[in-house]
């Protein structure tokens, strides 16, 4: 009976150790992957004239921290809030705060701030319509 019991353990600890942690990183790779298909053909993304209502608050519930992994080096969590050296000026330090409870960014050095729309904004160089798409599809 101790065989099988070491064997269930050794199982569960393979598939917590290597499997969710491999499955994480391919899902950030596939997030990342479909962000830059939309940003290579925004045209074919952008065919609506308005946003609606309801799309821009789908957009706004995008979590900032997916969109900041995807973008950002050395993230870090520290309390409640993510640190990292901030992508919109040049950083020695972590300045750069992202707030996943309220879903918006801070930085303390060049004093940029935001929800998760105007961080894609600022971060791709894009207007509100196409930070809104680029969320959402």
């Known amino acids: 009976a101790k065989k099988e019991d070491m064997d269930a353990l050794f199982a569960r ?4 150790e290597f499997l969710i942690k491999d499955l994480l990183k391919l899902e950030k790779i596939l997030f990342f ?16 004239k308005s946003l609606t209502d309801e799309e821009i608050e789908r957009a706004r519930s995008v979590s900032i921290i997916t969109i900041a992994e995807a ?20 950083d020695k330090t972590p300045s750069f705060s992202l707030y996943s409870d309220s879903n918006r960014f801070h930085c303390f050095g060049c004093q940029a701030n935001g929800d998760v729309i105007a961080f894609v904004q600022k971060l791709l160089n894009q207007d509100f319509k196409q930070a809104v798409y680029y969320l959402i599809h």
């Open 13 to 16: 600890f393979c598939v917590k």
């Open 33 to 48: 992957l479909q962000r830059l298909k939309r940003k290579k053909h925004p045209q074919k993304y952008l065919k609506k």
């Open 71 to 90: 973008h950002l080096e050395r993230l870090r969590k520290n309390g409640k809030l993510y640190i990292a050296k901030c992508p919109f000026h040049e």
